[in-house]
């Protein structure tokens, strides 16, 4: 299972980013004199490298795993086989040959 700091770093770190993405569109709706100026201050003010969604992964509901997610489901190829096998994914079944 996932440390549980982990889960936590990754949320707020979303929360973080979600904050800066509104603060832009509040300054996209200044006139465009402000608004540059306003947009040179969120960047100053931006952590380097921390605030892009392509930093922010994906993790198992159940057991906060990051690797081997199936993002469909939101849940890791472990839980996904133990779910598959009890039913509990509809339309989902175990191949055999």
């Known amino acids: 299972m996932a440390k549980q700091c982990l889960i936590e770093k990754q949320k707020r770190l979303q929360a973080r980013y979600d904050r ?3 603060e832009v569109a509040e300054a996209e709706k200044l006139p465009k004199a402000e608004r540059d100026e306003a947009m040179k201050v969120i960047e100053a003010r931006r952590i380097k490298n921390r605030l892009f969604k392509t930093r922010v ?9 990051a690797k081997g997610n199936i993002r469909y489901f939101g849940v890791c190829r472990q839980v996904f086989r133990e779910m598959a096998h009890r039913g ?7 191949s055999s040959w």
């Open 88 to 94: 509990l994914l509809p339309g989902i079944t175990k």
């Open 20 to 22: 800066y993405l509104a």
């Open 57 to 65: 992964y994906n993790r198992c509901v159940v057991t906060g795993r």
